[in-house]
């Protein structure tokens, strides 16, 4: 009963302070340009997150090990148990909450300007642990750093918001402490493919703070999966430092790589 009232007394409040917003400081989507009606829901309106979570029926997994997806109307009758992105990868599993456009596209670019997640944000990432039971053999959750300057002129690490969000669920510790990024690089310029790439990454992460990772089952979390370089790349330092294991989650994965062969 007194949980019921709770809610209730919730939902009245956030009425009342999204009708406030809407009045005194009206906030125009980035997505399509409506209003944006909602706080809980960031940056994006109802309308495009709508969109977005239909959009997601359009595709179907296409690899077992990274979580890659295909059309729902692909010919492919099962997924394979590795493609050629992840083939040569050092991660045991990867898993991303849903394809990076949109609304949620919206949502992570924003989050690199303000620390707070919206709510459909949160909720794609504790259905995203809840459905994808490969990630539940982890025993602590790390956020991929930013270089220190990086995250002093940000003043948070977007990758620790999206790891707490997930900690709410996973019921596993986030670790912060183990592993820096000693080299900045700015990832995905045009023309740097995924041997460049990891090229670039070369020696960019070191685990400071061994002890908090031995023989541990970790989760890499990050926002996007793109080639998958950069967490492949925390991967092998975490495994050369003692991790028993290294796994990894995102937000968002992009679908540049369209191609299973």
């Known amino acids: ?30 997505q399509c340009g409506a209003w944006v009606e909602r706080q809980a829901d960031g940056t994006a309106c109802r309308a495009c997150w709508e969109a977005w979570f239909a959009e997601q029926s359009r595709y179907r997994p296409g690899c077992h090990r990274c979580g890659r997806w295909v059309a729902a109307d692909a010919t492919m009758v099962q997924p394979q148990k590795q493609c050629a992105q992840c083939a040569n990868w050092s991660l045991t599993w990867a898993r991303s909450g849903g394809v990076y456009t949109g609304a949620l596209r919206t949502a992570l670019l924003t989050l690199k300007h303000t620390p707070r997640l919206p709510t459909p944000l949160v909720q794609r990432l504790h259905a995203t642990w809840h459905e994808q039971s490969v990630l539940h053999t982890s025993d602590i959750l790390v956020p991929i750093p930013l270089a220190p300057r990086r995250e002093r002129a940000r003043g948070y690490n977007q990758a620790v918001r999206l790891a707490e969000a997930v900690a709410q669920v996973a019921r596993r510790p ?64 975490l495994l050369a430092a003692g991790a028993a294991e290294v796994s990894a989650l995102t937000a968002a994965r992009t679908l540049r790589h369209t191609s299973l062969a």
Do not use: W
């Open 174 to 237: 986030v670790v912060t402490e183990a592993v820096a990024r000693v080299i900045e690089t700015y990832p995905h310029r045009a023309g740097l493919d995924a041997r460049a790439r990891r090229q670039a990454l070369e020696g960019a992460f070191r685990v400071i703070r061994p002890r908090l990772i031995a023989n541990r089952r970790v989760l890499l979390v990050d926002d996007v999966l793109t080639s998958g370089v950069t967490l492949d790349t925390a991967a092998r330092a």
């Open 1 to 30: 009963m007194v949980g019921k009232l709770y809610q209730s007394a919730r939902h009245i409040l956030e009425a009342g302070s999204d009708a406030v917003l809407l009045l005194l400081a009206p906030q125009v989507c980035r």
